[in-house]
């Protein structure tokens, strides 16, 4: 039989409480990771202003140092035309001989006249009549164009030296006439070893780019790179002279990722390119980061797991409270019923007649037991019993006043404590009020069932000063009036 007492406080203070604690720790949590997050990609964005920083100020260096080498190779072509035009093929290989002198070792690979029938006409390394350069870019491109100034051509294989050579040509003409063009060729390779050590022990990369796209040097693997077709997707290509700028991609030849700087040189079509290996660059700021998130999740962990454990632990208390308080209640109640047991009424009864001759208070004991309650659980069973007892503890319940104790001893032994009795006649209404309602026919399964009740009463201190005493004058007043009830009704069969 189910027990009509239910705790309903741990899951209602749970939701009550817990979750709008839980709720607030996961909207915490949720702030303080998007802050983690947004402080790392302020740091990251920090790093790359100050690499790109960076970057510029020795981009500017480079820069510098690649136009002064440019400027003596410009400046040297112009006197050696001027020289050319002056004075005699001995003269001039002598002249060329001390200007070749003036440039750094192993920048400068040929010096060489080509002349107006496109076939070499003069060489540092030895003339040939027979190397015709006609077809070459940097002949060309000065064919019936006065005035066209100096011209950096891609890198190609020298058909004299038999090197990659980055060639320097200026026009020769005088009065109009087309004499030839004179060539300065410098090395890709001594530009790669310079370049190499500004970026030594690292991934960055320092590169000189032609103005239309093509390689002429770079600081890492130019053996690989020098000759690539020139792609256009990078920014600079589609520049003025002067500008400068940033970008972020894959290098063609090695996939590394880097943060590059450009600057297109103000006095000749070349770029300067320095890119920042993007791994290297936010190595540190990564580890920095990867510690901080570390931290992150264990403090979140742990806040979690407390949070998580006091919620456990408010759940173990709220179960023990709540078995401690059914075993309390199971141990002071009749569990068909939910009225006061006998352990309950007893002590009731002690506790109020302890403090009676203080008070004088006076009390009475009813003592309740149904008519016909055997002869109903004989026909219809003991289902039928307990439905019975359940109505009748309902009834009584609703006669006897608030401050009554409504107890069931057992079977269909029911008692009723009146406390603070102040007039006798209350007794008398509530037996008459029971007697009523339990005479009121109960319907069960279609059937009508009279079920009657004979009372007992005992009254403190008239009749008894103990729980026991009072009980047991109350059952023999009860058994009394059912005695006496049952002789009046033979009396009346007998008489009719």
């Not at 690539?228 to 589609?238: A, G, I, K, Q, V």
């Not at 996939?255 to 600057?263: A, L, P, S």
């Not at 003592?367 to 359940?390: E, S, W």
Request: glycine fraction near 6%; charged fraction near 20%; proline fraction near 4%.
């Amino acid at each position: 039989m189910k027990q009509p007492f239910q705790f309903t406080v741990s899951w209602r203070h749970l939701f009550v409480v817990a979750l709008p604690a839980l709720v607030l720790l996961a909207t915490l949590t949720g702030v303080y990771w998007w802050h983690l997050y947004d402080s790392s990609k302020d740091l990251r964005q920090a790093t790359l202003d100050n690499a790109t920083l960076r970057a510029h100020q020795v981009n500017g260096a480079v820069s510098e140092a690649v136009s002064m080498l440019f400027f003596n190779a410009d400046e040297a072509t112009q006197n050696l035309v001027t020289f050319y035009l002056q004075n005699t093929m001995s003269s001039f290989s002598q002249q060329a001989e001390v200007l070749t002198h003036r440039f750094p070792e192993g920048a400068l690979l040929q010096l060489a006249v080509i002349g107006p029938d496109g076939y070499l006409k003069y060489s540092n390394l030895g003339s040939d009549p027979r190397v015709f350069l006609g077809d070459r870019e940097h002949f060309t491109v000065h064919l019936d164009k006065p005035g066209n100034g100096l011209f950096i051509s891609k890198p190609l294989m020298g058909k004299v030296s038999q090197k990659w050579t980055i060639q320097f040509s200026r026009r020769i003409e005088q009065h109009g006439q087309f004499l030839g063009v004179l060539v300065l060729s410098l090395s890709p390779d001594y530009l790669y070893r310079t370049l190499e050590k500004l970026t030594s022990g690292s991934q960055d990369v320092i590169g000189i780019v032609r103005h239309s796209g093509e390689l002429l040097a770079r600081s890492r693997d130019l053996a690989k790179a020098i000759g690539m077709e020139p792609t256009d997707d990078r920014p600079y290509l589609h520049a003025r002279p002067g500008d400068a700028g940033y970008y972020t991609a894959r290098g063609r030849v090695d996939q590394v990722e880097r943060v590059y700087y450009w600057h297109y040189l103000a006095d000749y079509p070349v770029v300067v390119v320095l890119g920042l290996n993007m791994a290297q660059l936010m190595a540190p700021v990564e580890k920095v980061i990867r510690q901080e998130w570390i931290k992150g999740l264990i403090s979140t962990a742990a806040v979690w797991l407390t949070a998580l454990l006091a919620v456990f632990l408010t759940l173990r208390m709220q179960t023990h409270f709540r078995k401690r308080v059914e075993y309390e209640y199971a141990a002071m109640h009749d569990t068909l019923t939910g009225l006061n047991n006998r352990k309950a009424l007893i002590t009731h009864l002690e506790k109020h007649l302890q403090a009676a001759p203080a008070t004088n208070e006076r009390l009475a004991v009813l003592f309740i037991d149904l008519d016909g309650f055997k002869q109903i659980n004989d026909r219809y069973g003991h289902p039928a019993g307990d439905t019975v007892l359940r109505a009748a503890a309902k009834r009584l319940k609703d006669c006897a006043r608030s401050s009554d104790l409504v107890a069931r001893l057992g079977g269909d032994e029911f008692v009723i404590v009146c406390n603070d009795l102040r007039k006798a006649d209350d007794v008398q209404i509530l037996v008459a009020r029971i007697h009523e309602a339990m005479h009121t026919p109960m319907q069960l399964d279609g059937h009508l069932l009279n079920v009657g009740a004979s009372t007992g009463v005992a009254l403190y201190p008239e009749h008894a000063q103990t729980p026991d005493a009072l009980l047991a004058a109350a059952d023999a007043a009860m058994y009394q009036n059912k005695a006496t009830r049952k002789s009046l009704r033979q009396a009346s069969v007998s008489a009719a």
